[in-house]
Nanobody, 119 residues
Framework: QVQLVESGGGLVQTGGSLRLSCATS????????MAWYRQVSGKERELVAG???????NYADSVKGRFTISRDNAKNTVYLQMNSLKLEDTAVYYCNVVVYYQYAYRELWGQGTLVTVSS
């Protein structure tokens, strides 16, 4: 069974930084795309950043220049470095990983980690 384990959320003041991590555990899989989404209560989940297996990245306009997504293929882990955090970055952040497992592509979601930015 393939699972995702997130870590790194917490409380930070405006202008501060946090780094989120999401590790993929299990065996017999390969990883395709990795991404981070976020969701505020009452709103739809939105894409924050994504990175392909080839290392190409894309970002939501609201986080460009402040957030950086990266992946460590040896550790099957994706990171989200968040700098210059703003109040509006407060949300539950979810990692999203597409794996090839048991002869099919499967989309996995992490359990979510809360990021709270305070003034």
């Amino acid at each position: 069974q393939v699972q995702l384990v997130e870590s790194g959320g917490g409380l930070v003041q405006t202008g501060g930084s946090l780094r989120l991590s999401c590790a993929t555990s299990g065996s017999g899989f390969s990883i395709n795309r990795m991404a981070w989404y976020r969701q505020v209560s009452g709103k739809e989940r939105e894409l924050v950043a994504g990175v392909t297996s080839g290392g190409n990245t894309n970002y939501a306009d609201s986080v460009k220049g402040r957030f950086t997504i990266s992946r460590d293929n040896a550790k099957n882990t994706v990171y989200l470095q968040m700098n210059s955090l703003k109040l509006e970055d407060t949300a539950v952040y979810y990692c999203n990983v597409v794996v090839y497992y048991q002869y099919a592509y499967r989309e996995l979601w992490g359990q979510g980690t809360l990021v709270t930015v305070s003034s």
